[in-house]
């Protein structure tokens, strides 16, 4: 925490020596990211009140440059934080300056200095999607792929963010060129070390390859077999590039038909369990417990617990409910302490053609009295609490977040919105239930909320999040780290797959006394 933090000083130094960099928002941004990584490394120690003092009051200055009321309300959050998490740090006196502070009035005079501001320093300060203006170039750091016979997913990492557009370009035999879909990132230049051919060979794509299309930018092309549709969009915080591309999933695969054939050969494979999984429509369900790694998600109320550990012991619980309950494969995204990407996550659940997802996940509220359980389905942005909920599992800005409606408008247009809203109302209604008839008091039914999760976004089969309790409130902290409530959350939820199955197919589990017990 302590190298972190001196290399966030280091970013604010070279920002406030150059009167050029302070025109940029993106600048401010990337200081701030350093400050609020300080925190996050170690909310339990010595230097997170020091970071989230320094991203206030790095927010605060831009703030003075952009007069966006965001970037006001984020200052005063991150001192709030310190004002309630840390009360008997020495930034606590620092910050109550701010706190009380008044509103300043827009009077005449002061309506006059923001249209000043705005016309010189806030037209770079200001952001709007795809169309950014930027003092230094951007780097493409890397591409990554994860594909199946009839899904693909390709990442383009940067190590900043930056405009791009794209187009699909048709196949033109006199040249021996085949369908092609490509990126081109302005002001960019490709990274030293950057693997610039990337075979795929799957049954959409041939491969993906960059280059140094001119002085300033960089194409990312990638070739196409064949494919029935595609979407492109960009994620922040880091930012990246995200080209999703979709085959026939109706039309036969030679890779699936031998799977199949495998399956047949394999004298383990159960004859009931194979039936039970067809007559369920439900054969394959992505566990996802969130965070893990360096990321260690919301910090407990109890000295020493974070959310990482404790939605994989959940994950590891309900994996082994829903095998031997529901006798259907589960995959978890991960099953020990490793980081995974938002997008990874969704790419492993279309990959291995997932029709249930559910990601686990603890809450937190800067206001430790909040307490209760909560489901989410993806749409645009909310209400006000499920904006910051997003936001923090985005690890972005609420910024950002209204940012996304763009993008969702359009995706959400293939999405199982209405499945994963039924989904999600049965899992949230059956834990609250479960909990209250094992004699659990002071549980608070939150509902089921909407919200625009990265970790939703592209997933082609009925998606959840589940946040199964307030990790920021004492009394929910021990519960959650107490395995038998574990058992009841888990309980909860497998009974409200099991409801969403019996809703799609009535007679799904009237054969379940007979069966045997495969393993999973």
Known sequence: ARDKYFEAEACYRKLKKSTIKQKYRENWLACIKKFQAVYRHDPSGKWAAAGLYMSGNLYMEL?????????????????????????????????????????????????????????????????????????????????????????????????????YLHHLLKKDPSIKKPQRLYVDLQNCNLGKNIEKIIPIDDDLLSGARAGQYTKDSVRVVVDIKTFKTYKVFSLKDPFRIIMDMWGDSAKPSKKNDLKIKNRIKNPKATANSLVKQLSLGVKRIIID????????????????????????????????????????????????????????????????????????????????????????????????ESIMVAARENATSTNNISDLDVILSDLLQNSKINESSRLAAYIQESIYKNLKKKGYSRVKNKGVRQAPFYVLIGAQMPAVLIETSFISNKRECKRLINSKYQDRLCEGIVYGIKKYIKETNPTAFIQTGTQSNPKG
């Open 63 to 163: 703030y003075k440059r952009s007069y966006k009321k965001a970037d006001k309300k984020e200052a005063i959050d991150n001192f709030e934080r310190i004002k309630k998490r840390y009360p008997k740090s020495a930034y606590n006196k620092k910050v109550a300056i701010f706190i009380k502070k008044p509103v300043i009035k827009e009077n005449n005079s002061y309506l006059k200095k923001k249209k000043a501001a705005l016309e010189t320093i806030g037209k770079s300060v200001r952001e709007k999607p795809h169309k950014k203006t930027f003092g230094e170039n951007v780097t493409v750091t890397g591409l990554r792929f994860w594909s199946n016979p009839n899904y693909t997913r390709v990442v383009i990492d940067t190590d900043k963010e930056t405009s």
């Open 289 to 384: 417990p969130g965070h893990g790694g360096r990321d260690y998600g919301a910090p407990g109320k109890i000295k020493g617990v974070h959310e990482k550990k404790i939605v994989l012991k959940i994950g590891q619980k309900l994996a082994k409910k829903i095998r031997k309950e529901i006798k259907c494969e589960v995959i978890m995204t991960r099953n020990n302490d490793k980081f995974l990407t938002l997008e990874e996550r969704t790419a492993i659940a279309n990959t291995k053609d997932a029709d249930l997802f559910i990601s686990i996940h603890t809450n937190a509220n800067r206001d430790s009295r909040v307490y209760g359980i909560q489901t989410f389905f993806l749409s645009p942005a909310g209400d006000k």
